[in-house]
């Protein structure tokens, strides 16, 4: 039988192991461009550089990746104007 | 025991709100970015969650809370409840404050976060600890390949489930706590919410494949009963019961389609006692949901179907069962249509079925069978902001109507006191409100 002292263990084991891998890690998993419909051109006057997550000069808050200005996807959201 | 196990959390397993605005803070996202129509996920909600709630984006300084409302509530069933639908409560046509929940989470550091709910219970007056979720993901490169993953510790088998056909996140998202529910359920169906202690790691590779495995234990009546759960009549697990869920989620365009297992499974004391050894029980789910998620037309279908193999024979012994075997078959099908993000219309068929066993079930019948169609239709109208005073209101109106074919093993007659199926058919209107 699988005590909970082992189960913990053992996932303290998998965590440290993948934690200290070979592969390198993101600091913050951001979402992938499939899962948000990531386009390479704009939709209408809707671009990623109009959105309120693009980080210039190619790059998104929220979206991982290199992310084209001239881009577009489904979680868009514009930029507030000033008034 | 499952149905006394039912029973007996009942107050404390309806529907918790999600949807949070605390993560609407977090990420500078609207409520629809995660949700279709909250609080069902979209793909880019599912990949939040399995992040570990830690993404970020968002300007928000204060600190890390939410609070859901589920106020007030309308229930009308087709004939009254003799003696009242609850303890303060009349016969029929009740109104309720049904919940009201305070949430905290999000991410705590860049991989580590999490969702925390607790709950004050209107109906039955009394608060508790709710569904928890608290997570550590991280992404890597490996030859090429993304590869998710995390560990997660919560309370309630599928609570950290991201598709909404598992239990704990499927439809209805909200019902009403004053209706009368069928008395047999599956053990993987919320009998254990709140009750135990759950470590399940997960891997979710190229956003397609998705893994996960762990296993749960039972709290001790002492921490129950701090968190505010009565731990009368359970029937606690022995030793760790194993869950699993394996799933396949492939994205083309605005489609998402996600087809997967899940299951549990364990040994258990009869309502506590073990002068006859243990009980056991498998719980194997199938399920598969397709979204399609235009703009201004979302379409979201989900199946799930669960079989449980209940060992009883220890029940048997005690008395507690007729049957040293039994088995349940669970249907739970539904297909929406949001409009705009605002306007949500769902349909579904709701079955459980299985073998007579009159002691188990306790019912007059002694049959655990019950159907239901279920239909609502609900307004949402902050998905994409809320007012300029509070952007992150959301709201949630709706009018539910639940018709019963059958009910505990019966169209006609199913108590013995001359109660038809269709006497439980239930309108619920509801105000859901989370900010």
Redesign the interface.
Known sequence: ????RS??QG?TA??GF??T?R??????????K????HQDHPDGDERCDNC??FQPPDAC??VEGSISPQGFC??F?PKRTPT | MVALAALLGAGFLSRPAASLPLYARQTGQPCATCHTAFWELNPFGRRFKLGGYTLGGGDWKGPPFAVTLQAPTYTHTEAGQTGGAAPHFGPNNNFAFQQVSLFTGGRITDNLGAFIQGTYDGVFRSFAWDNVDIRFANSVNVDGHNLLWGVTANNSPTVQDVWNTTPVWSFPFIRSELAPTPTAKTFIDLVYAQQVAGLTGYAFLDDLFYLEFGGYRPLSNNTQKALGINPTGQSPINGVAPYWRVAVEPNFGDHSWEVGTFGLASKVFPIGLSGAGTDSFTDIGIDTQYQYLGDPHTVTARVAWIHENHNTSASQTLGLADNSNNQLRFLNATLSYIYDKTWSFTGGRMSIGGTPDATLYGTFTGSPNSANWISEIAYLPFMRGGPSFWPWLNARIGLQYIRWDKFDGASTNFNGAGRNAHANNTIFGYVWIAF
Do not use: C, H
């Open positions: 039988m699988v005590s909970r189960l913990l996932s998998a965590v993948l934690a891998g592969y390198p890690a993101e600091a913050q998993p951001k979402i992938s499939i899962a948000v419909n309120i997550q808050k929220v489904r979680i959201v």
